[in-house]
């Protein structure tokens, strides 16, 4: 666990972030095909489990995670209005554009991105 000091949160989070996702880089998973250049990281949270606090650091800080090579992709835009920083609500659209979707996250400009979402 990074020292904590005078950081404040979002800091200690994208240090902590940054080293889990040095630790599952040497996982490899069977039967898992790539379907993106990219590395696809899943945050699912059920209700009541700081989930959306997760999103929220996660949806503030996107150009310091881009830093890191992490990108919080934005496929839509997230419902700030409930307050909501999940980005994976395209996946339950009726008319979800399989390719478009593909597309942004081809497009980000970090090699890892992070896909958030309590229904999934």
Do not use: C
């Not at 040095?22 to 059920?46: D, I, M, P, R, Y």
């Not at 090579?69 to 979800?96: C, I, K, M, T």
Request: charged share 20%; glycine share 4%; no cysteine.
């Amino acid at each position: 666990m990074p020292d904590v000091g005078t950081k404040n949160v979002s800091t200690v989070a994208l240090q902590v972030f940054h080293s889990f996702l040095k630790v599952l880089k040497n996982f490899k998973f069977a039967g898992v095909h790539a379907v993106t250049s990219k590395t696809l990281f899943f945050h699912v949270g059920t209700v009541k489990t700081g989930s959306t606090s997760v999103q929220r650091v996660l949806w503030e800080n996107r150009e310091n995670l881009l830093a890191y090579g992490v990108a919080y992709p934005a496929v839509s835009e997230p419902r700030l209005d409930l307050p909501r920083f999940a980005n994976a609500d395209f996946l339950f659209q009726e008319d979800f554009d399989r390719a478009a979707a593909r597309d942004i996250l081809e497009s980000m400009g970090a090699e890892n991105l992070v896909i958030s979402e309590e229904a999934l």
